[in-house]
T-cell receptor, first 114, second 115 residues
Framework: EADIYQTPRYLVIGTGKKITLECSQTMGHDKMYWYQQDPGMELHLIHYSYGVNSTEKGDLSSESTVSRIRTEHFPLTLESARPSHTSQYLCASSALYQGGSPLHFGNGTRLTVT | GNSVTQMEGPVTLSEEAFLTINCTYTATGYPSLFWYVQYPGEGLQLLLKATKADDKGSNKGFEATYRKETTSFHLEKGSVQVSDSAVYFC??????????????FGKGTKLSVKP
């Protein structure tokens, strides 16, 4: 049973629409992440958070935004979707600073912008 | 900066063949090292980890040894099964700088095992 949940699993949406990808975890983890995975499988960190009211930009510049109002919830928003946003988005969480805490991943949201 | 390099795929093997996926890293200090696996249609799962030099991580018949002298963490399995078909990612944990604890991933190696 997954401890980190992403919805929706698949989303097809038109250009210019606003979308929010949901991510929730039940493990009480402080740290959460969003990764973008390209068709070649490579992972790019786009956002992360150390806890409530903390958000940081990752290694890959992204037009998306995130918020962290509750520990368990880390939604990602695109104000105006474009075809270049078509990708798989993976959410993950981990404990904070425990000598290399492993990440727990959700099953991803596959976004297609037409 | 810190980085991970893993062998490019795809790798295609017959069932019961021996598997090696090479992974080398560049890092400041003493990172923790990980292998993750991604089955089709799913997110990544932790396969094994090692936190210090000479540690051996193992799980589901897979093994990897943290070799500081060669900066390597190669993944091995003695006899692969069709169910091992997946994408495998090597990663290290960055303990320093402003992004403490963030994982740095390799580009992934796709493994296909044929019956």
């Amino acid at each position: 049973e997954a401890d980190i949940y992403q919805t929706p699993r698949y989303l097809v949406i038109g250009t210019g629409k606003k979308i929010t990808l949901e991510c929730s975890q039940t493990m009480g983890h402080d740290k959460m992440y969003w990764y973008q995975q390209d068709p070649g499988m490579e992972l790019h960190l786009i956002h992360y958070s150390y806890g409530v009211n903390s958000t940081e930009k990752g290694d890959l510049s992204s037009e998306s935004t995130v918020s962290r109002i509750r520990t368990e919830h880390f939604p990602l928003t695109l104000e105006s979707a474009r075809p270049s946003h078509t990708s798989q988005y993976l959410c993950a969480s981990s404990a904070l600073y425990q000598g290399g805490s492993p990440l727990h991943f959700g099953n991803g949201t596959r976004l297609t912008v037409t | 900066g810190n980085s991970v390099t893993q062998m490019e795929g795809p790798v295609t093997l017959s069932e019961e063949a021996f598997l090696t996926i090479n992974c080398t890293y560049t890092a400041t200090g003493y990172p923790s090292l990980f292998w993750y696996v991604q089955y089709p249609g799913e997110g990544l799962q932790l396969l094994l980890k090692a936190t210090k030099a000479d540690d051996k991580g193992s799980n589901k018949g897979f093994e990897a040894t943290y070799r500081k002298e060669t900066t390597s963490f190669h993944l091995e399995k003695g006899s692969v099964q069709v169910s091992d078909s997946a994408v495998y990612f090597c990663a290290l944990s960055d303990h320093y700088g402003g992004s403490q604890g963030n994982l740095i991933f390799g580009k992934g190696t796709k493994l296909s095992v044929k019956p």
